[in-house]
Structures are given as C-alpha cells and as structure tokens.
C-alpha cells in the first residue's frame, strides 16, 4: 500500500502542472499532385500527417495530450474555413499552437477583404522591410530579389498547363485587436502576399501565404520562413546544404564531339590553380562556416595508357548494346572484355616518368587532400551487359592503381572505397554487376537524375535495387544532378556550338545559358536536396583560358569553377547556411540514415509547464527498433549534451542535437536555460550560445526540478520508515 502511495506521489510530483504536446505537423490540404508543402516537410525530415480537405473532424487532443505541435493549412475556400476554424482557434488558444495558411482564400475575420484572385503569371513577389527582418532570423536573405509568382504547371497527359491562382491582398485591416505584419509584397502593386497575423485578445498567431506552393522559388524560399516560425523554432528535424561537385573520366582526355586532336586532359597546373580556388571561394565567398573540395571519379586505365606502359591488355568482345532500363538476365554470362589472366604488375616508375600528372599525385598526400576521390572503373567500361568478371576486373584494377604501390590513396580519409561513379550510370540493372561490386566492397553508387529508371520517387531517400529492378537487393543509388557543362567539353564556344546543334536557342549567349542552368539548379538548394552535381574531366581546365570577371572575382575560371562561383552567388541571395562537401561514402550514409529513420518512425513528444509554458523537456523514442534523429533548435539555447548524442553546429548555424532513439526506452532531452515554448526570440548570438554550452547554466527551471527531485527522494524515505 504504502509502495503504491509512494508510486502516486512521484507521477504527482513530476507531472503535476504540465501537458504533453507530440512534435507532428498537422497538414489540412486541398491541394492536388503538384503541391511542394509535403517536399518541403520531407526535406527537413520531420513528422507529419496530410489530411486531405474538406473533412468532417479533427482529432486534436488524445488522452490530455495535444497531437501538434503546428498546423499547415493549404488551399481552403472560406466555407472550408469557416467548418474547421472554431476547433483548430480553440487548440491554439489553449495551447499556444500556431498556425501557418498557404494559399487559403483571404478570410474577413482576418481582416482582408477588396482581395483580387488571379493566375497572372507576371506578378513579381519582393520581401518587406518587416520580411527582411524575418528572414535575417532564420539565417536567411532576400534583400533586393525580386521573386516570380508561377502559376502554371506543364502536364504531359494533356500536353497543357494546369493552371494555378494566388490572390492579391491589400493593407486594409482596421482591426485595432490585430497586429498585421506585412512580410511579403507584390512588385509594382499596393497588394500583399504574406503576413503573420497576432491578435492581441486570444493570442492566436497565424502567418499567411497568398501564393501557389507549387515548383517555384518563391514556394520553397517562404516554406523555410513558415516552417520555422509556426514550430516556434524547435524542428523535429534537420537542415544542411551540401554542395558536392563530382567529377568523372579523371585521367582521360576526351575528344570535343568525338573530334580526333582536340583532346584534353587536366593539366598539374589545372590541378594547383583548382586547389588554390577551393580555400579562397570556401573562405570570401561562401557563408561562413563552409567547407568545399571537388570529387574527383577516376580511371586508371588511362594512365596506362599515357605511359604507353602494358596497357593493351584487353580483348576484342561483343557488346549487345542493351538499352540502359533492360534487367541482365543472372543466366547470360555478359561481356568478356577482359582476359583470365592480366598482367597487372605495373611499374610505377613508368607510370610516373610517362604520366606527369600520375606523377604529381601519386604518394603525394598534400595534393591528395586537396581533393575528394573515388573510383569510376578501370577502362571506363559500360556494365550494363558485363559479366561478373569483367566488373570485377574494372573495379579489381582501378581499385590496385589507387593503393600502394601506385597512387597510395586508397586507405587514406580523402577516399571513398564503399562507393562508385559508374560509367554511363551504367549496370544498375545488371545483378553480375552489382554483385562484383559487392565482392569489392563497393555498395554505394551514383544515380542521373535525367533518367527515372536510376532515380528515386522522393529524392531525400536513395533508390535501393531489388530482384526486380536489378536481380540484386540492397545496392544503394543516390540521386546525382546533370548540368549543362557538357560531358566532352572544356571551353564555353563548345557547350554553345553542341547545344546549338541539337536544336537550342540560337540567339543565345554564354552568360544567359549559364544564367539559366544556374536558376534551374539553385531550387535543389532550397529544397534541401543534397544530391551531387556531375562535371567532368575537361571541365576543369582552366590553365589557357583567358581571364574573366564573376561576381567582382577576376581570375581564370574554368567551366566548373564558373558554374560554382555563380551557384554560391545565387544561394547566398536566398540563404546563409554553410555550404558542406561530404565525399561519396559519407554522402551515402545521410540517405541511409533518412531510410532508417523512416523505418523506426520516430516520435517527439515535449512536456511543458502548464503556467509557464517552460519546455520541462522533449521525449524521444522510436516506434519501431532503433535509428539516430535529429532536433533542430533556431532558438535562444543550446542542447544539454548530457542528455543527446551528440550537437552538431556548424558556421553561425543554431545547433541540432543528435539523438540514439530507441523503442524500448525513451530519452529525455533539455535544454541548458529555461526556455518558453511560446517564445522564439532568436538573436543568433553566437557568443550566447557558446556561453551556454561551455557553462552549467543552471536556470529557474532546473532548480525547480532539483527540488522536485529531493522533495520526492526525502517522502521516499519518510514512507520506506514506514513499511
């Protein structure tokens, strides 16, 4: 009896004068396919559930405990709103949650009215003063851009637009209980398209959005700002860019347009002029805290080749040119391209004396590391008919020149041996292939984007082969991204003669179709993709090419290097995170993680003080086995690293906690000062941040748990006297 007693008091104790809330977005939609708000949940990993509007009830609260932490709502008429408002307004009133309306027609109890519905395509969308403001708080820019609205999305089926409307809304809320911050203005027009709404009676909060959340900038760059703000700042999930530059047929000099004599193949000066380029963009140019190298894949064949030094060595052998979706039959044998026995014992000193640019990198670990590295096969070989021998021998070979005695690199930190750039993105569907790989370690390849067969359906996840796609299970392919910097081209009059002659725009120039890839490209940076972007060898050269102005940079760009210095130009206009290279395996192990994460279903649930609204602290668990989750914090605060793996922050970046979720115990995370749930001021100091992470801040908060704690422990005793 008295054990029970004891048991009551403690739940009492520790429970009394708090609510539990789920972290899990409540996304009420009536948008259709082409709706980016679930990529955007996607891209951050967070929790969510999509209900599709209109419905005839909401399950906000379960058992005393609140199931959101915010709400989304996308697209609904006035009629939908009037049958949700009163349910979803009480939970907020009671629970301090907020929500965010994207593209919902314009309601008079918010104090909109004269609104123009249109699909006018030439309305241009520019941040407020007050939208700046907002935006510098999560680390953002906008200053001076001058966003598109879109109001059309091309469907293949009917081979029309799908078309798309937003409204314009003007400044004229009377209402004196309502504080209305315009965050978003249209161009040339006294209209609105963005606001956060206070209204100072009930203290409901709402920030709104009068645009189509479909593909376009202005989608994805407010999606950051309504994502942050209506979760108070605390995100169950994770936000990076990473910013990987691959480049393939390292060591070959590929002919222009298959044109005998206008080969070329990186030089040593290339190389050194690259590195030097590398620490000066990662250091002025890119946000604070980034770190770059290149990737180079390459083949080492051609080493032989240019030392003239044993390298006819294969044999003559049919190629059925299978189209590159076709699944190998496990029963044919595929290619023999290579004999049973080849002499491989290769002298480095020919190599090196033959091959300069061998010569320069070999056993060298200074200009090693200037780079990243893996492998892209031996001869450059497509597998997607090869036998189980001719794979093995390409990776075989490639990976013995990149080990001792030859380039010395293969177990040095600078290379990825669990990864491959495939020739072609060749033999994914060709079960000889991958299980060659597999016998070389090599688990991890690359995918084209341009191609659906290689690409996954939610590009935040890898594709992974299976006995039907492949005759092979558990091959991981990541997304990789194609440029216009053409795979057999090292100056910009060849990308424009190839791209003419295929039928492009003949009146355009260099700088607008760079300008163009560029604009194409940089929405992967907003949607948080981390797939790599594919050059190629004669894409770096720049040693002869003459000098260039970019940015206010004058220097000799190659073709890469222009392409990267206008992308950083182009992300730093919306964004300020820091921009991180991670080589292929490591890569490779962030889409892992999202496919275990995906697979525990992890669950945030925070306990917060019923009068203060203080967040007591955040449980962590999983539903199903275990996976490593992240917590995002864009707040005045630092994570208690007493109760998290691990704190990852990177460059001015807020930090996010790295958490061991488990479905058998639950972790229990806290933060070092007391923190309101319903207050996320946000300064970005860094020095506050480091005072709190280097000292034992202890707050008003814990102080009160410490008493908790010994006033529990003296009944404790006081009742085990007893017994």
Known sequence: MFKQIILLITLFILNAYAFEMNM???????????????????????????????TNELVLENNKVALYNSIVIEDATKEILASIKPQIEEYQMKYKVRVAYLNCEPDESFGFSDTIKTTDSNDKYELTNEGLTFANKYKMNGNGVSFNSTSCVYNYSTDKCDTYYHYRVPMNNNDVNQLVIPILKYKDLDYYAGFIIKNNTNDIESIHFYLSYIESLIAYFTSHLWISWVNYGIIDGFRRLYFGIQIDDFFINNPFNFTKGTEYRSSIQDLKNIAQWQKEITEKRMPYGSSFKIELAFNGMYVLIISQHKEHISQSYTDPHNHYTYVFPMSEEGTHKWPDNIDSNWDDSVLRNGDKLYDYIAKNPEVQDNFYWLTHTFSHHNLNSASFHDADVEIGLNIKLADEPYLGMYNRPCFSQNSIVCPEISGMHNGH???????????????????????????????????????????????????????????????????????????????????????NSVKNFLKLRHDPYMFHEGNLRNEDVPE???????????????????????????????????????????????????????KYTMVIEDKTLTIKEIKVSSTKGSCKVPLFAIRNTQFDKSTVSSIEQIGNEPPTAWIDATNNKVKSVKFVNKLQWNN????????????????????????????????????????????
Not at 457 to 485: C, H, W
Request: aromatic residues 14%; contains cysteine.
């Open 24 to 54: 899990e977005t409540l996304y009420l939609t009536a948008g259709d396919k082409n709706s980016v708000v679930s990529t955007m949940f996607d891209a951050y990993g967070m929790n969510y559930k999509t209900i599709q509007l209109p």
């Open 548 to 602: 260039i102005d970019i940015n206010g940079v004058r220097g000799k760009f190659g073709l890469m290097q222009e392409w990267v210095e206008k992308m950083v130009a182009e992300i730093k206009k919306y964004l300020d995170w820091p921009l991180i290279t991670k080589k292929m395996d490591d890569l490779a192990q962030t889409y892992i993680l999202r496919v275990q994460q995906r697979e525990c279903e992890p």
């Open 680 to 723: 996320d001021d946000y300064t970005g100091d860094k020095n506050d941040l480091d005072y709190l992470m280097t000292n034992d801040a202890i707050s008003s908060s814990s102080l009160l748990n410490h008493f908790k704690y010994i006033l529990l422990f003296v009944i404790s005793i006081l009742f085990m006297n007893r017994i």
């Open 433 to 519: 292939t991958l299980e060659a790989f597999k016998k070389n370690r090599i688990y991890y390849g690359v995918g084209d984007n341009s191609r659906p067969d290689v690409s996954p359906d939610n590009y935040y996840f890898p594709l992974i082969t299976n006995q039907t796609t492949s005759n092979f299970d558990g091959f991981y392919i990541i997304p990789r991204q194609p440029t216009e910097m053409y795979w057999d081209c090292s100056l910009p009059d060849q990308i424009l003669t190839l791209y003419k002659e295929r039928g492009g725009d003949q009146d355009i120039d260099w700088t607008n179709f760079v300008r163009r890839d560029i604009e």
